[in-house]
C-alpha cells in the first residue's frame, strides 16, 4: 500500500512538471581520482567487506576513432588483442590465481579488464601493465583469426545485419556508421592489417586517452596510487586525436520488406536514432527510460502480444547510448506472419501516446526508490564496467552518477515530449520479413 501511494504522488508530480526527488543529494561511493605525470588517469574505489578486486583499462577510443580509409572494426579487434596479449603469456598464471579477464569494444571506447581475489590485486596491476608500450601483435592476430572463425556464433556483442544496414542509414560519413562485419574475413594475419592495427594502437592507446579503474576490498589508498606510478607511470604518452566528422542531420526513416519462403514466422526491426550524451542528456536519459517502459517483459506492448500465445515467439530489445548518438532497438519474433500489420498498428499506437499509460509511476517509482548504496553492493567488477562507458565520454568519473540523477529528476512531460518527437513510426528505420504460411 505505501508503495503504491508513493507512486500516486510520483505521477502527480511528474504530471505537473516536477520530480519527486528534487533537492535531494544521491549518495555516492567514496571515490579517489588522480593523474600520473604520462596523464594516465586513476580511479581508486574502496568497496569494504569485499574480498575480490577489479582492475580495468579503458582507452577512449572506439568506433568513433577509427579512420574512413582504413580496415572498418579495428577498435573491436583491437579489445580482442589486447585481451590475447596478457592470455597468451600468463594463461597458466591466470588460471593458477583464479583471474578471469574480460574485454569489450563500444563506440567511444575499449576496455580491458582483470577480475579476481584481491589478495591477487598486485598481480592483476602487473599483467595489466605489461608490454603496453610495444604488444606484440603478430601472433596474437592469427591466434584470434583461428579463435573467431572456429566459433559457431557470433561473438557476443555484434551487430546483426540489420543493425549494421540502420548505422549506415543513420550516420553515413559520421564513424558510428562503421561496423564489425569487414573484420573477420580480414583476421587472416596479413601485414597489412598488423600494420593498421599497430598504427592505431600506437595513435589512440595513450595514458593521455586512458583511465584506470580498480576497486575492491582495499583501505589503502595511498599505498595502492605508489603500486599504480610503478606499474603505469612508464607507459609513454602521445595521444593524437582525430577530427570527427560532425553527426549528420536527422534523417527520415526507411521501410523494407523481404519474403523468407523457408520459414512461416514474420520478423521485425525496428531502429530509432535518439540524441547522444554530449548532445542533449537528459534526452539520451529519457531514452534510456523509455526503452525499458515501452518495451520491456512487463510493458504494455509485451502483454498485448503474450495474450495469444500463437503471436509472439519473441521479442528483444536494447539501447546504445554513445557519445555524439544514441540507437533504440526493437526486435520482434511472430509465430506467423499475418499478425505483422497488426503488431506495427499496435506499436504505432503506443508509440503515439494512444495507450494509457498506467504503468509508467509504479516503474519509475522503483528505480528513484532503488537503495543508493546499490553501487557498494555490486561486485567490483561490475561496477567498473557500469561506470567505464559513461566515463569515456569526457574523460570524467562522475559522469556516471550525473547521468543516474539526470534520470531520477526526470518529469513525465520530457518522456513524453521524446516520444512524440522522435520515437514515430515514420521516424525509424524498419525491416519486414515475411514468411511464406501453408
Request: glycine residues 6%; hydrophobic residues 40%.
Amino acid at each position: 500500500m505505501r508503495f503504491r501511494r508513493l507512486a500516486e504522488v510520483f505521477l502527480f508530480c511528474t504530471m505537473a512538471g516536477f520530480s519527486l526527488l528534487n533537492g535531494q543529494a544521491l549518495e555516492l561511493p567514496l571515490i579517489f581520482e588522480n593523474r600520473l605525470d604520462n596523464g594516465l588517469k586513476t580511479v581508486l574505489i574502496p568497496m569494504q567487506g569485499r574480498e575480490d578486486a577489479a582492475v580495468t583499462l579503458l582507452i577512449r577510443c572506439g568506433i568513433r576513432d577509427e579512420i574512413e580509409d582504413r580496415q572498418a572494426g579495428l577498435s573491436k579487434l583491437l579489445s580482442l588483442l589486447m585481451a590475447e596479449r596478457i592470455r597468451s603469456r600468463y594463461d597458466s598464471l591466470l588460471t593458477a590465481q583464479g583471474l578471469r579477464l574480460y574485454s569489450h569494444s563500444g563506440w567511444d571506447h575499449i576496455e580491458i579488464s582483470l577480475y579476481g581475489p584481491i589478495l591477487q590485486l598486485e598481480g592483476m596491476l602487473r599483467l595489466m601493465s605489461s608490454d603496453l608500450d610495444q604488444p606484440e601483435f603478430e601472433q596474437q592476430v592469427r591466434r584470434t583469426a583461428l579463435n573467431r572463425h572456429s566459433a559457431e556464433q557470433p561473438a557476443e556483442g555484434e551487430e546483426s545485419m540489420e543493425l549494421r544496414a540502420a548505422l549506415r542509414h543513420f550516420f553515413s560519413e559520421h564513424p558510428y556508421s562503421r561496423g564489425t562485419e569487414d573484420i573477420l574475413p580480414a583476421l587472416s594475419g596479413s601485414a597489412d592489417l598488423q600494420k593498421e592495427i599497430r598504427e592505431f594502437y600506437e595513435r589512440s592507446s595513450r595514458p593521455d586517452n586512458a583511465m584506470l579503474f580498480v576497486s575492491g576490498g582495499f583501505n589503502r589508498t595511498g599505498d595502492l596510487s605508489m603500486m599504480l606510478s610503478e606499474y603505469f607511470g612508464s607507459w609513454k604518452s602521445g595521444y593524437k586525436p582525430r577530427v570527427i566528422p560532425d553527426m549528420p542531420e536527422h534523417k527520415k526513416g526507411f521501410r523494407s520488406t523481404e519474403t523468407q519462403s523457408e520459414k512461416a514466422s514474420g520478423h521485425i526491426v525496428l531502429v530509432w536514432k535518439l540524441p547522444g550524451l554530449q548532445q542533449d542528456m537528459r534526452a539520451a536519459a529519457s531514452a534510456y527510460l523509455l526503452d525499458r517502459y515501452l518495451f520491456s517483459r512487463d510493458s504494455e506492448l509485451n502483454a498485448y502480444l503474450v495474450r495469444d500465445a500463437a503471436v509472439l515467439k519473441s521479442m528483444k530489445h536494447r539501447i546504445h547510448i554513445g557519445r555524439d548518438a544514441s540507437l533504440m532497438v526493437l526486435e520482434i519474433e511472430l509465430n506467423r506472419s499475418r499478425d505483422i500489420d497488426f503488431t506495427l498498428e499496435y506499436i504505432g499506437r503506443v508509440l503515439s501516446g494512444d495507450r494509457r499509460t498506467t504503468g509508467f509511476a509504479s516503474l519509475h517509482a522503483r528505480r528513484i526508490y532503488e537503495n543508493s548504496d546499490q553501487y557498494l553492493n555490486r561486485s567490483p567488477l561490475h561496477l567498473n564496467r557500469l561506470l567505464g562507458p559513461f566515463s569515456a565520454v569526457n574523460g570524467d568519473v562522475k559522469d556516471y552518477f550525473l547521468f543516474r540523477k539526470t534520470l531520477e529528476s526526470l518529469t513525465l512531460n520530457e518522456l513524453q515530449q521524446l516520444q512524440k518527437s522522435r520515437l514515430k513510426m515514420d521516424a525509424a528505420w524498419l525491416m519486414i520479413r515475411e514468411g511464406q504460411e501453408k
